[in-house]
């Protein structure tokens, strides 16, 4: 069964700083992996899909990159911003999808 | 882009009654849903994979009894709490894949439903 950890589990940052937050999984035989933020009580928003032939996707200020073999992927957000305030959860998919526990970001004005 | 519903949005229900939620994909066809979920500050758990037509996977520890999955249409899964206790107590969420072979492409979430039982 899929294992995945992310780090770290909480992060508090000035806004306007750069920031990595960090997925590690187990099983490498993955389709693609997909980097989703949930804010309190909500669903979850798709930020970026990475296949599995892919090494990383941008969007806007998101840049997710993925080492399948190494079985890790990171999520780098530029000039934070308080609206980034959220949790983000990694989900790497085989047949199906395993959610790390998350990392909360709190981004301070 | 692809939008999933869900309904309703929040219910609160008595102990021992059974409780329906609807998972409905709005404008593709979704070979596969999944149900999930959430504890509060804790992660997404996967309970269930359905694909249309066929009978649910549930996963480990996950009593198929007790949650009733029906995906009966390419757009529309239900997901019935049978005999709904406290700590059933939880958010719901479904999501709806396109799937092609033994691929999984992108999920699409619907907005969840918080169930608090009483």
């Known amino acids: 069964k899929q294992e995945v950890t992310q780090i770290p589990a909480a992060l508090s940052v000035p806004e306007g700083e750069n920031l990595v937050l960090n997925c590690s999984f187990t099983?490498?035989?993955?389709?693609?992996l997909q980097w989703f933020r949930q804010d309190p009580g909500k669903g979850l928003t798709s930020l970026l899909l990475i296949q599995s032939s892919q090494r990383e996707q941008t969007s806007g200020r998101l840049n997710a990159s993925l080492d399948k073999s190494s079985g890790r992927s990171t999520l780098y957000i530029a000039a934070s911003q308080p609206g980034d305030s959220a949790t983000y959860l990694c989900?790497?998919?085989?047949?199906?999808?395993?959610f790390g526990t998350g990392t909360s970001l709190t981004v301070i004005p | 882009g692809a939008v999933v519903s869900q309904h309703p949005s929040r219910v609160i229900c008595k102990s021992g009654t059974s409780v329906k939620i609807e998972c409905r994909s709005l404008d593709f066809q979704a070979t596969t849903m999944f149900w999930y979920r959430q504890f509060p500050k804790q992660s997404l758990m996967l309970m269930a994979t359905?694909?249309?037509?066929?009978?649910?996977?549930?996963e480990q520890g996950v009593e198929k009894d007790k949650f009733l999955i029906n995906h009966a249409s390419l757009t529309l899964s239900t997901l019935t709490v049978t005999s709904a206790h406290p700590e059933d107590s939880s958010f719901y969420i479904c999501?709806?894949?396109?799937?092609?072979?033994?691929?999984?492409?992108?999920?699409?979430f619907g907005p969840g439903t918080r169930l608090t039982v009483t």
């Open positions: 989900a790497p998919s085989g047949n199906q999808f395993y």
């Open positions: 359905s694909n249309e037509g066929s009978k649910a996977t549930y």
């Open positions: 099983d490498s035989a993955i389709y693609n």
């Open positions: 999501s709806a894949s396109y799937s092609g072979g033994t691929s999984t492409y992108e999920q699409y």
